[in-house]
């Protein structure tokens, strides 16, 4: 049974829309006033919430790789380590940018990539948390953040199916409040390798979670299909312009995709009905006008038992219905007819209760 998740005010699971996350790392550039206008336009695009990247990069990193050269169009240091500590915001960013997403009403929470970072994050008092596809073997760091009792979110990109069961069972003994992403860590990703069907793996695997995808892919199409296939959380990086400088930009969508990205996943549940087949009323016109009714072939006096011959499909419809053919022939008419008269069961005394639907 597919399971379902509250964070903040929003319900997920299968009866409500999806819940959809723009996932801004660290599209802001550390700029607050670009973080601002990024949870603006996700707000206004319908996101359900907005998440940021949080790292302790100097416990994160090994001191090689925090002091590596890194020196390219896309950075914003001389090495690794100056690079990503330009665009980590600090406590009073956070506080402030957690009290705007509240002046919006737009969920607000981040990635956490280590312990410190979700103590850091647990002291803002979060609402949720996400674990990025590389610490799907990170145990310990999937235990502490489980202990906070706060809906979780992991992604599974770079994962055997071993690997999510392991999570899997890491954290639900501790927190029930999980939700498992289909994820490809390719930056972007092609769509040969996204794997959507495993989202339905997922839901069958995983009873009690609730199912979603994150998309590193470009475009917005391969979210309804991840949706239709079970996913009720939908999480794609988001920018305010694809040509800024950045890693993440070229793959991320802008406000405009976002805004129709959320429009299509409400449709489309929209669409998806309750798997009942009904008529609709905005249906019945439109059939009568293109179905077709039982008409009289040529004129036929009283007491003529019909045969083949003696009837014809004409539309419109609304008369009785081709697929009575076999049961009005042998009948006497009860009264004459004329060339192109519909038939009716009056006519043959039969029961207006034998009338079809039409």
Do not use: W
Not at 122 to 143: F, H, T
Not at 264 to 284: M, P, V
Not at 297 to 324: C, Q, T
Not at 328 to 345: C, I, M, R, W
């Amino acid at each position: 049974m597919a399971g379902t998740l509250r964070i903040g005010r929003h319900e997920i699971g299968d009866s409500t829309d999806c819940y959809v996350i723009a996932e801004i790392g660290h599209n802001h550039q550390g700029s607050l006033d670009k973080a601002r206008e990024l949870f603006r336009e996700a707000k206004a695009a319908g996101a359900h919430a907005v998440k940021l990247q949080k790292r302790d990069n100097r416990g994160l990193y090994t001191k090689a790789a925090f002091e590596k050269s890194y020196d390219n169009e896309n950075s914003f240091g001389a090495t690794y380590g100056e690079h990503r500590e330009f665009l980590e915001f600090g406590l009073d960013a956070y506080r402030e940018l957690q009290a705007y997403a509240r002046e919006l009403d737009i969920d607000f929470f981040a990635t956490a990539f280590d312990l410190a970072s979700a103590d850091f994050l647990e002291a803002l008092d979060v609402p949720a948390y996400k674990l990025a596809s590389g610490d799907i073997k990170s145990r310990p760091l999937l235990e502490h953040v489980a202990r906070f009792g706060k809906p979780m979110i992991i992604s599974t990109g770079g994962a055997l199916i071993e690997d999510v069961e392991r999570a899997y069972e890491t954290i639900m003994p501790i927190n029930p409040q999980l939700a498992i992403l289909q994820c490809t860590a390719g930056y972007p990703a092609s769509f040969e390798e996204l794997d959507l069907r495993v989202i339905a793996q997922y839901r069958e695997r995983f009873p009690g979670a609730v199912v979603g995808f994150s998309g590193h892919d470009s475009g917005i199409a391969m979210a309804v299909a991840a949706y239709v296939l079970g996913a009720r959380v939908v999480e794609k990086h988001f920018t305010l312009n694809r040509a800024m400088k950045g890693t993440d930009h070229a793959f991320s969508l802008e406000p405009v995709g976002l805004r129709k990205m959320v429009r299509d996943l409400q449709r489309t549940r929209a669409a998806l009905g309750d798997g009942q087949k009904k008529i609709y009323n905005s249906e019945r016109a439109p059939i009568v006008k293109m179905g077709k009714s039982l008409v009289v072939a040529r004129d036929l006096p009283a007491g003529h038992v019909l045969r083949r011959e003696d009837l014809v499909m004409k539309s419109p419809g609304g008369g009785v219905p081709p697929y009575e053919l076999d049961r009005v022939l042998g009948k006497p008419t009860l009264a004459p007819l004329h060339e192109d008269d519909f038939l009716s069961f009056e006519v043959l005394g039969m029961p207006n209760s034998e009338l079809a639907r039409s």
